[in-house]
């Protein structure tokens, strides 16, 4: 009987209904898009550590952020190759460089020097050109999503990077920076050359366990043997990037506070709603309440009206998130979307619109059955 009460009450007043549903749906929409375009932009601080295909990073001690790396002595890759449990140890190098541009303009790019006889580091995927572009004699692979920065090159066009003429061998697909400067990939040895870098040193050592082996005790290993150096696993280092641009750029702050807003809003919306609607009816509340209905009666039929319209508005407003995502998400902005996301989003607009409850029950707690009757 209370649940009939509570739909019959809720649907004949369909224009309030209405605006209710659509606080809820804005805040669904609202905390899925902010927290899938955050997860989409931070994912970049973490790409090359992501896609690496490297078990574990080494660089100089105190290093935190894959983009700004430290030199370290490339002799010293010999001694990490030398450790038990290490399969494989490639080093990489990462620094700044001017790519020209037709027309005479030059843009900031990072120059990532890999090895070419190995996938370690290699966080890219050729889409354009051989799959052994990298090997190529001052052959680059550049990202297609950063054409409009770089003018559109070409396979097959040639540069100057660093003030050395280069050939565009291959593109790949969604490898962007956090940064606004472009990844620009070579091989090791070409980097230095490219980049105006010293040829004897080395950003990272990027390592392949071997079977069995435990990251932690080869991570410890690694920095008992080479006192100047971190080590981390992949993960350890992504999570230590990832940090440091929240950190230092506030940027969970800003992406927190938008959301924040958005359920604020999407809390009065229902709460404004449930309040107009026990105001219409407040004669009917008083009705009840002289019938015998209880306090605990009254809230829980506020609660289920509340629930019924969280649960169509969130059902409504995930569907809506899944489609802006499908049509607007790209790699320069992605809206990377997760099971988690979504649960949660739901699960905490779920809860607010409850709490709004609560406005409206403090109203009908006031009211007086017999002065309502008798008016």
């Given at each position: 009987?209370?649940?009939?009460?509570?739909?019959?009450?809720?649907?004949?007043?369909?224009?309030?209904?209405?605006?209710?549903?659509?606080?809820?749906?804005?805040?669904?929409?609202?905390?899925?898009?902010?927290?899938?375009?955050?997860?989409?932009?931070?994912r970049?601080?973490?790409?090359?550590?992501?896609?690496?295909?490297?078990?574990?990073?080494?660089?100089?001690?105190?290093?935190?952020?894959?983009?700004?790396?430290?030199?370290?002595?490339?002799?010293?890759?010999?001694?990490?190759?030398?450790?038990?449990?290490?399969?494989?140890?490639?080093?990489?190098?990462?620094?700044?460089?001017?790519?020209?541009?037709?027309?005479?303009?030059?843009e900031?790019?990072?120059?990532?020097?890999?090895?070419?006889?190995?996938?370690?580091?290699?966080?890219?995927?050729?889409?354009?050109?051989?799959?052994?572009?990298?090997?190529h004699?001052?052959?680059?692979?550049?990202?297609?999503c950063?054409?409009?920065?770089?003018?559109?090159?070409?396979?097959?066009?040639?540069?100057?990077?660093?003030?050395?003429?280069?050939?565009?061998?291959?593109?790949?697909?969604?490898?962007?920076?956090?940064?606004?400067?472009?990844?620009?990939?070579?091989?090791?040895?070409?980097?230095?050359?490219?980049?105006?870098?010293?040829?004897?040193?080395?950003?990272?050592?990027?390592?392949?366990?071997?079977?069995?082996?435990?990251?932690?005790?080869?991570?410890?290993?690694?920095?008992?043997?080479l006192?100047d150096?971190?080590?981390?696993?992949?993960?350890?280092f992504?999570?230590l990037?990832?940090?440091?641009?929240?950190?230092?750029?506030?940027?969970?702050?800003?992406?927190?506070?938008?959301?924040?807003?958005?359920?604020?809003?999407?809390?009065?919306?229902?709460?404004?709603?449930?309040?107009?609607?026990?105001?219409?009816?407040?004669?009917?509340?008083?009705?009840?309440?002289?019938?015998?209905?209880?306090?605990?009666e009254?809230?829980?039929?506020?609660?289920?009206?509340?629930?019924?319209?969280?649960?169509?508005?969130?059902?409504?407003?995930?569907?809506?998130?899944?489609?802006?995502?499908?049509?607007?998400?790209?790699?320069?902005?992605?809206?990377?979307?997760?099971?988690?996301?979504?649960?949660?989003?739901?699960?905490?607009?779920?809860?607010?619109?409850?709490?709004?409850?609560?406005?409206?029950?403090?109203r009908?707690?006031?009211?007086?059955?017999?002065?309502?009757?008798?008016?």
């Amino acid at each position: 009987m209370l649940w009939n009460i509570a739909t019959r009450t809720l649907f004949h007043d369909r224009g309030k209904l209405v605006a209710g549903l659509v606080g809820v749906i804005f805040s669904v929409v609202l905390v899925n898009i902010q927290g899938g375009l955050f997860f989409g932009l931070i994912r970049k601080a973490s790409l090359l550590i992501d896609k690496g295909n490297a078990d574990i990073w080494v660089g100089h001690r105190g290093m935190h952020n894959v983009d700004f790396p430290h030199d370290i002595p490339e002799r010293w890759i010999h001694r990490v190759r030398s450790i038990p449990g290490v399969k494989e140890a490639e080093p990489m190098r990462i620094s700044f460089s001017e790519m020209s541009l037709p027309g005479g303009g030059f843009e900031g790019t990072m120059v990532v020097g890999l090895s070419p006889n190995s996938d370690l580091g290699r966080a890219y995927e050729i889409s354009e050109g051989p799959p052994d572009a990298l090997s190529h004699v001052r052959g680059v692979i550049v990202d297609s999503c950063d054409n409009d920065k770089l003018l559109d090159p070409a396979l097959g066009d040639f540069r100057e990077l660093g003030g050395q003429r280069v050939k565009i061998v291959g593109k790949s697909y969604g490898i962007l920076s956090f940064l606004v400067t472009p990844y620009v990939f070579t091989t090791y040895a070409q980097s230095a050359e490219f980049s105006g870098g010293d040829p004897t040193m080395s950003s990272y050592f990027l390592v392949r366990l071997a079977p069995g082996a435990n990251a932690k005790d080869v991570c410890n290993e690694i920095t008992n043997r080479l006192g100047d150096v971190s080590a981390f696993t992949s993960d350890e280092f992504a999570s230590l990037s990832i940090n440091y641009w929240l950190t230092r750029t506030g940027l969970g702050i800003s992406f927190g506070a938008a959301t924040a807003l958005g359920l604020l809003v999407g809390l009065v919306m229902v709460a404004q709603t449930l309040y107009a609607m026990v105001l219409d009816r407040i004669s009917e509340f008083a009705t009840l309440k002289a019938l015998g209905s209880t306090e605990r009666e009254i809230l829980l039929l506020l609660g289920a009206q509340s629930s019924l319209v969280a649960s169509i508005g969130i059902v409504i407003g995930l569907v809506t998130s899944f489609v802006i995502q499908q049509t607007f998400s790209s790699p320069r902005a992605e809206i990377m979307f997760s099971p988690a996301l979504y649960m949660g989003s739901g699960l905490l607009v779920f809860v607010i619109c409850i709490a709004a409850s609560g406005l409206p029950y403090l109203r009908v707690r006031q009211v007086d059955p017999h002065s309502i009757l008798q008016g």
